[in-house]
């Protein structure tokens, strides 16, 4: 990006329906993950032969390779873990506050980014 480049945070009143897309999409990192969990928990009865139970998380796999699940996973599907821990950790992101704006850098289209503002200790002005 060079230094003439231009970002442009796109506002409500030039597109309403951007405002749907950020609520959608915060909201897609929260479904997500508790497919995943839920996914874990199918698997994990599955290993182990018997009905699923309530409790149980993909963290729970991505911790411990020696997990029934992470096993499973690293022969059927060998790069999950890896988008999982990267995916939850963005969820976390979110879950703890931090904002998506969608942006434009000097092309048509639109792109979706993630913004924190945090208090900068020296002055105690908030920067993102």
């Not at 990006?1 to 990192?29: N, Q, S, T, Y």
């Not at 969820?91 to 704006?101: E, H, I």
């Amino acid at each position: 990006m060079g230094p003439d480049a231009e970002w442009l945070i796109l506002h409500h009143d030039d597109w309403p329906e951007l405002d749907e897309l950020r609520v959608l999409w915060k909201a897609w990192f929260f479904f997500v993950r508790a497919l995943c969990d839920n996914i874990y928990r199918v698997l994990l009865a599955n290993t182990e032969s018997r009905s699923a139970r309530q409790g149980g998380s993909m963290s729970q796999a991505a911790a411990n390779p020696a997990n029934p699940v992470a096993r499973t996973l690293s022969g059927d599907a060998p790069v999950f873990l890896t988008w999982f821990i990267a995916f939850r950790d963005r969820r976390n992101d979110v879950k703890q506050g931090v904002n998506v704006a969608c942006t434009a850098l000097n092309s048509p289209g639109v792109s979706i980014t993630f913004n924190e503002f945090r208090s900068d200790p020296a002055t105690g002005v908030a920067r993102s």
